[in-house]
């Protein structure tokens, strides 16, 4: 395996900062020096030869679409998840499991998704291949440039159904589990979020035990949980005093 990144941040997150007002100050994907990367997770070897595709970011990665996260095959990649768009002309393969789950509240993802935090989970590049894209219906959008093209970080859907399928960073996919195809239906735990990020911008209070930052998990303030009563009592950014 001849990555030159062998592991991968937890809790990466693909789209720029590109205002303070819709996101936050901090970098975007996390600094690969902050004390967080020690808790990454190893990257499957699924035997892709070179380094993670447009791992510098932008639209300098020729002929992108024949390397991961798109048309690609590997004898070590074993699919274990299948994701697809609503109409079904975009479908996805993942290896392995997630590397970590989280669920943003963040106003650029609240803007992009019409919801109150998107739910997303984390694969390496090389842990995910496109295996249909019927009537060419892939669609990019950089929310960097603001039109619809490969620029990475840039947000990836259907053209048909319109239906957004993952988000491509410089080293990670943030996929959508609403997309995934599970066995039973049933939701597996890896795919059970981790925290909540960005809860500081949060639009409505979700009491459920799960761990709440204000910014990116690991690297902002711990916030206290309130039940929906205290959330319109109270305001709506008090951290605890924890501190990490």
């Known amino acids: 395996m001849s990555h030159e990144l062998?592991?991968?941040?937890?809790?990466?997150h693909p789209q720029l900062d590109s205002r303070e007002d819709e996101h936050s100050s901090t970098q975007h994907p996390p600094p690969e020096d902050h004390p967080a990367k020690s808790k990454s997770k190893p990257i499957p070897d699924t035997d892709w030869p070179g380094p993670v595709p447009s791992k510098q970011g932008g639209d300098t990665e020729r002929d992108f679409l024949n390397k991961p996260p798109?048309?690609?095959?590997?004898?070590?990649f074993a699919p274990k998840y299948v994701s697809e768009c609503w109409c079904g002309n975009i479908v996805f393969?993942?290896?392995?499991?997630?590397v970590d789950a989280k669920l943003c509240h963040c106003r650029h993802c609240q803007h992009l998704h019409g919801a109150p935090f998107q739910w997303a989970v984390?694969?390496?590049?090389t842990s995910v291949r496109m295996t249909k894209n019927e009537d060419n219906s892939l669609h990019f959008f950089s929310t960097a440039k603001r039109s619809d093209e490969h620029y990475v970080p840039c947000k990836v859907s259907c053209d048909q159904c319109r239906s957004p399928i993952f988000?491509?960073?410089r080293?990670?996919?943030?996929?959508?589990?609403?997309?995934?195809?599970?066995?039973?239906g049933k939701v597996p735990p890896d795919f059970q979020p981790t925290a909540h990020i960005f809860y500081s911008q949060r639009v409505m209070e979700i009491h459920d035990g799960v761990p709440k930052w204000s910014g990116h998990k690991g690297q902002?303030?711990?916030?206290?949980e309130l039940t929906a009563e205290e959330g319109r009592l109270g305001p709506r950014a008090a951290p605890t005093s924890q501190v990490v």
């Open 6 to 12: 062998s592991r991968v941040t937890a809790n990466a």
């Open 70 to 76: 798109y048309n690609w095959t590997s004898d070590e």
């Open 93 to 98: 393969e993942f290896h392995g499991d997630p």
């Open 122 to 125: 984390i694969f390496p590049k």
């Open 167 to 169: 988000d491509e960073g």
């Open 171 to 184: 080293n990670t996919v943030l996929a959508y589990p609403s997309s995934f195809k599970f066995k039973d």
């Open 220 to 224: 902002s303030e711990l916030m206290q």
